[in-house]
């Protein structure tokens, strides 16, 4: 049986508009209602924290302080539904601004620090959706590869270090093209590039090919939000497809010496997964996402994400923490229904945003309605 974690409780000491924030929760599904600019986000961020990379803004640390201070602590209570909040883990991460341009983030598991914010994926996954994302389809490649990226980083921790080298390894080659450095030196940059590109790619393969077949076994439930089917498409990706891994790593290392020329000219490197796009599909129409009407692209968008959040739980044997901003605003009362069924049947946590409680009238008593205010939320 997957474990289902939640928090009982969430501290807050300096971040973003909080002073301090001490909220004790009692239910699977939570709503924080408040005005636009109330702070609804700024809780949602501090949870992001618990995954790996700078949270659902992908911003600075040093920018998630309270204004006029240095640093920030969050901390969370997480057990199971059944525990107390003593009974269950503690969690937390703090950052603090020094002098000179120095500056650390720390991460603790029941007051223990550990290396870094890969390890509270032992204790809690996360997935989260934003209206950041509304345009996701008609957007760069770019922003729909970084996408890819955090799905597969919540059901594979070691994902973001392997992109993290790619992009060093794409750095020294470039850098070697630009000093037109002796064939020896690209010849081994581009045998390291060539191995950690053949990882990156197949870990993102997998990722998309589970999550597809996980909403490609979905089509026949009646739902009013349509499945997507998802591929990847790039001249790298035409060169791997198929190939074993070795196999893979010559032919690329080979592509990356004959294209060493236009690389130099071009000041970066050309092809590799660094250019990868994700494509995604309206199943029932068969139709280009990014051709789609807005409404439709949002409903797609919901249910890759509430899919993939099943796959992390498959794959990962732990109920992800769902995180939705400002997700019901624009449904209309059917859709809204529909969602929140999903939802209440998935079992995990959900925390969701919206600046009318009406929208979350229906819930009743199966969540938690928070109200929130500049620097404070209390239960309602």
Request: aromatic share 4%.
């Amino acid at each position: 049986m997957h474990e289902q974690p939640r928090i009982h409780r969430l501290i807050l000491q300096d971040f973003r508009s909080y002073a301090s924030l001490d909220l004790r929760l009692s239910r699977r599904l939570v709503a924080l209602c408040g005005e636009n600019g109330a702070g609804k986000t700024n809780i949602l961020e501090a949870l992001s924290l618990f995954a790996q990379g700078r949270g659902l803004r992908r911003a600075d640390f040093a920018d998630m302080a309270r204004l006029g201070q240095e640093r920030f602590a969050a901390s969370i209570a997480l057990g199971r539904a059944e525990e107390a909040e003593e009974a269950g883990h503690r969690l937390g991460t703090s950052f603090a601004r020094g002098g000179e341009g120095r500056s650390e983030r720390l991460c603790r598991i029941d007051g223990a620090t550990v290396s870094s914010a890969s390890a509270f994926a032992e204790h809690l996954r996360l997935v989260w959706l934003t209206p950041d994302l509304d345009g996701l389809f008609r957007g760069t490649p770019g922003d729909r590869r970084r996408f890819l990226d955090r799905l597969v980083l919540a059901v594979d921790s070691r994902h973001g270090t392997r992109v993290n080298a790619l992009e060093r390894a794409l750095r020294a080659r470039n850098r070697l093209l630009e000093e037109a450095a002796a064939g020896a030196w690209l010849d081994a940059a581009e045998r390291e590039l060539a191995e950690l590109a053949v990882a990156v790619a197949a870990a993102r393969r997998e990722t998309a090919g589970r999550l597809d077949a996980e909403l490609l076994a979905s089509a026949d439930r009646p739902s009013p939000f349509p499945f997507g089917r998802l591929g990847l498409a790039g001249e790298f990706e035409d060169l791997a497809a198929g190939g074993a891994a070795l196999d893979v790593e010559d032919a690329y290392r080979a592509k990356l010496r004959a294209s060493r020329a236009r690389d130099a000219a071009a000041g970066r490197t050309l092809v590799g997964p660094q250019a990868t796009d994700l494509l995604v599909r309206h199943g029932p129409k068969d139709l280009p996402a990014e051709l789609c009407s807005t409404g439709e692209q949002k409903a797609l968008l919901l249910r890759l994400v509430l899919a993939h959040a099943r796959l992390v739980e498959r794959m990962s044997g732990l109920a992800p923490l769902v995180l939705l901003d400002e997700v019901a605003a624009h449904l209309d009362p059917a859709r809204r229904a529909a969602l929140y069924e999903d939802l209440d049947a998935f079992g995990a946590q959900v925390w969701m945003t919206g600046a009318d409680p009406a929208l979350f009238a229906e819930l009743g008593a199966r969540a938690d309605i928070i109200r929130v205010v500049p620097g404070a939320a209390e239960l309602a």
